[in-house]
């Protein structure tokens, strides 16, 4: 998870994704499940943990054999990253994805695996390995009889530009247009990391105030109408959405659908905005909101809230280390339900 950056304006459109079938159901709400901690508990636990909340999807961010073991004959849907670290190997040798498949998924055929995130808020000249390792990905899972498993990448909101008001989105940088483009043509949807926690903070700390606290955690009493397309936002969420949606039809890509692979709010940490109760409302109103889509896009939006456990060990400002739901005892962090 990283810090999103914004147009300076009010409402920044972000994309929440559109909600995927696996294999025929509606699948809405999954919970990222991160380890950078050292007091969590066991993956077993963990995933029994999930089950008897109703979560039926699940991220993780590496090939995490405990957790895969774990997962195994649950029918939780997953989202499995390959590891930024692992991507100029994957785009230079079909070989090493070939491995990298047989190792990780075929190894595990009790896993419900949805879709593959070839890399997670990729930056800089790192950039230019994710199509090729994404390619070579996909044939691998195609060789392995496996082509329902999908193959994406995980983007911060940063990557898309003129995000206000939302029909004005589009991609900042030139190497995402061929990767939307070859999620076109096989099908997958974008992964999208989400914040509005991140607009408000920023918008707050730099002394704008546009953005309201209830817009951002929908809660009514805002609406913006976009001119552009016609639209009325009553949040913060909807409008980073359809600003993503409007980039892919900029590009092309109007079939490619989204899907939101982190969207959460911090419950302390000592940021503005930060805060147990916030972070409910926030949360509560997520689960609540996307299966209603937004207003581009009225169809259930498959949403991942970051995260299942407060990380310990989580690099960067305090706040990243409690946008857990649950501590690690496995009490919950503040009321929720699915």
Known sequence: MAKMVFAPMLPVAVLLGTLAAFPAAVHSI???????????????????????????????????????KALSGSNIGLIMDVGNGNLSSLASSPSAAAGWVRDNVQAYPGVSFRYIAVGNEVQGSDTANILPAMRNINSALAAAGLSNIKVSTSVRFDAFADTFPPSRGRFKDDYMTPIASFLATTGAPLLANVYPYFAYKDDQESGQNNIKLNYATFQPGTTVTDNGNGLTYTCLFDAMVDSIYAALEKAGTRSVSVVVSESGWPSAGGKVGASASNAQTYNQGLINHVRGGTP????????????????????????????G??????SPSYSISF
């Open 325 to 330: 739901l649950f501590n690690p005892d496995k």
């Open 30 to 68: 999954g919970v990222c499940y991160g380890v950078v901690a050292n007091n969590l508990p066991q993956a077993s636990e963990v995933v029994q943990l999930y089950r008897s909340k109703g979560i039926d999807s699940m991220r993780i961010y590496f090939a995490d054999a405990d957790a895969l």
């Open 296 to 323: 581009k896009k009225r169809r259930a939006l498959e949403t991942y809230i970051f995260a299942m456990f407060d990380e310990n060990k989580k690099p960067g400002d305090e706040i990243e280390q409690h946008f």
